[in-house]
């Protein structure tokens, strides 16, 4: 076997080379995008990016040889394979890796995560991850001095500071692009990005401020069902004028139809803002489910997703134990949901009901096995994770099927709460929207400011009883999409009644009529 005497400042110089070639293709690709190779300018701007990366890069593997020298090998290991992970995902789905996404892998469930593996990504992993690590036990290193090794140091960064301020007018330039830039430097994208999540979440799971106490206007009667859709896009509902019929159903109710959209492009936080009262630090305060709970409304949420914020609910039920009851014919999908929901909704003795369906919806990329066979209306679908193999027909095909099959469950729970003959509502809002190719993006959880309208329009539909019909009126009608997800909190405390300081009237959708009754 042949081994290579190298000293530990050359092998440092080794590992960041490799990492600035192998794993930055994306980042060049972007740069190219953005401004070309043909300029001075463009190559500066190109230049100080990599000296950025050097500096960051050379400094960080520095500190580790320095102080714990026996882990930088097996932690280069680490960093290459997940590097190789990482490409294939930038490659596939042409993302980059920012917050929204770190937050996305961590609230994705096991059978969600193995969706997103395909064969392609072992080429990957095997040239990128496993034969450079193989490439670094090759190496047989020779210590030298600190001394040495800090005075090698040093002349990197004064290097690499040098071409960075010579490169002044690159800031802007970068600053601009920060976003795009940052997700796709290697290990930094989604080191930086899980160290900004985990933060936000251990902020998350501070104590949650109460909200002030609410008064009930009456004791009457009333239930109401919220669905929460996931990467469920207006665009493709026929009740959004859509020219395919994914709403056969629907569109033979009377519903209230309202341009929405959503806060963010992931579910976590699109979540937090549905909950919430108020669109600022929304993960700061008590969110819906537990302020009604609180004050007397029985709530029931049931899942076959995740991402919700902390909530206390009086019950609390995961799709896998509704499905031991589950007598319906899509019981391994979102229709677990409604296992014995008219006998449980029956069974509570409070007035008041709040029950939360939060599905698992057109959660990409395997829309096709979202839907009971019977939904495959539109043919043929694509059936692979590598969206980009499909063609947009195959792809937009299994989305819409997606969006039959949830027309189906939104009217079964219509259905099924209209036969209880009570005073009820039912709200069906997305968290967020789906790309399905447009302008190269696929799935969703692009920046919020860079994302395209079909990742933040999400449709709003509600179907009121007779009762509310004939006491309550939208508020005038929207054209705009400027009904947000922060109006669920005041339209849902309206329905039951409810008036505390935190109530605002204004984002109650049916508010004109409740001050007329009052
Ligand atoms: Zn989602």
Same mark, same amino acid.
């Not at 539109?378 to 792809?395: A, G, H, I, M, N």
């Not at 929207?433 to 959880?445: A, N, R, V």
């Given at each position: ?16 080379i ?8 994306? %980042? ?8 070309? /190779?043909?300029? =001075? ?11 950025v ?5 050379? #400094? *960080? ?7 714990l020298?026996?882990l =930088? ?36 469930n096991?059978?969600?995560s ?31 001095? /600190? ?6 140091? &040093? ?15 690159s ?12 997700? #796709? ?11 900004r ?10 104590i ?14 009333? %239930? ?27 569109? +033979? ?34 969110? =819906? ?5 609180? $004050? ?7 899942t ?13 039920n ?8 589950? +007598? ?12 014995q ?9 409070h ?5 939360? &369906?939060?599905?698992?919806?057109? $959660?990409?990329?395997?829309y ?10 539109f043919?043929?679908?694509c ?24 027309d ?6 219509i259905?099924?709460? +209209?036969? &209880?003959q ?13 790309? &399905?190719?447009e ?20 449709? #709003?539909?509600i179907?009121?009883?007779?009762? #509310?019909?004939?006491s ?12 947000s997800?922060? $109006?669920? *909190? ?14 605002? $009237? ?9 001050s007329?009754?009052?």
């Amino acid at each position: 076997m042949i081994r290579i005497n190298t000293p530990t400042n050359i092998f440092l110089v080794v590992i960041v080379i490799w990492s600035l070639i192998a794993y930055h293709f994306p %980042l060049i690709n972007f740069i190219s995008n953005d401004i070309g /190779f043909t300029s =001075l300018k463009s190559f500066r701007d190109t230049a100080t990016v990599f000296a950025v990366i050097l500096l960051i890069s050379y #400094l *960080f593997f520095y500190l580790v040889q320095v102080t714990l020298p026996w882990l =930088l090998r097996p932690f280069c290991v680490v960093i290459f394979m997940l590097n190789a992970a990482a490409l294939y995902f930038i490659n596939t789905y042409n993302i980059i890796i920012d917050k929204s996404l770190i937050s996305n892998i961590f609230n994705t469930n096991g059978d969600e995560s193995f969706a997103y593996l395909h064969y392609k990504m072992f080429p990957y992993i095997l040239l990128l991850g496993v034969l450079p690590s193989l490439a670094l036990y090759r190496f047989n290193l020779i210590k030298v001095s /600190f001394v040495r090794l800090s005075v090698h140091a &040093l002349a990197v960064c004064i290097a690499c500071l040098a071409v960075i301020f010579m490169n002044g007018s690159s800031w802007l330039w970068i600053d601009k692009n920060g976003k795009q830039l940052g997700g #796709l430097i290697m290990p930094w994208s989604y080191i930086a990005n899980t160290g900004r999540y985990l933060s936000e979440q251990a902020k998350r799971n501070k104590i949650q401020e109460l909200l002030p106490s609410a008064q009930h206007l009456n004791d009457e009667k009333m %239930l109401v069902v919220l669905i929460i859709g996931e990467s469920a896009r207006s665009a493709n509902f026929s009740l959004y004028d859509y020219a395919r019929k994914t709403n056969p159903l629907l569109s +033979k109710y009377d519903l209230d139809i309202f341009k929405a959209k959503s806060c963010t492009t992931y579910t976590t936080a699109s979540l937090e803002c549905m909950l919430s009262y108020t669109d600022s630090d929304a993960s700061d305060y008590e969110p =819906l489910p537990s302020y009604l709970s609180r $004050h007397n409304v029985w709530v029931n949420w049931r899942t076959r997703n995740w991402g919700e914020p902390v909530i206390k609910v009086n019950s609390y039920n995961k799709s896998g134990e509704l499905k031991l009851n589950c +007598k319906r014919d899509d019981c391994d999908l979102d229709g677990s949901l409604l296992t014995q929901l008219s006998a449980d909704i029956k069974r509570v003795e409070h007035n008041k009901q709040l029950v939360v &369906l939060h599905t698992s919806g057109s $959660h990409g990329p395997e829309y096709y096995k979202k839907y009971p066979a019977r939904f495959e209306t539109f043919t043929p679908t694509c059936k692979s994770v590598d969206l980009s193999t499909c063609s947009k027909e195959e792809l937009i095909n299994a989305y819409d099927n997606t969006i039959v099959y949830t027309d189906y469950l939104i009217a079964n729970v219509i259905d099924t709460v +209209k036969a &209880l003959q009570i005073p009820s509502a039912v709200i069906y809002m997305s968290d967020h929207g789906e790309s &399905l190719g447009e302008y190269g993006l696929y799935l969703h959880g692009t920046p919020y400011s860079l994302a395209p309208d079909v990742q933040k329009e999400v449709p #709003l539909i509600i179907w009121r009883s007779k009762e #509310l019909k004939e006491s309550r009126i939208p508020t005038a009608v929207d054209t705009q999409y400027s009904y947000s997800q922060y $109006h669920l *909190f005041h339209t849902i405390l309206g329905l039951f009644s409810m008036r505390a300081a935190v109530y605002k $009237h204004e984002m109650d959708i049916f508010s004109g009529s409740i001050s007329a009754k009052n």
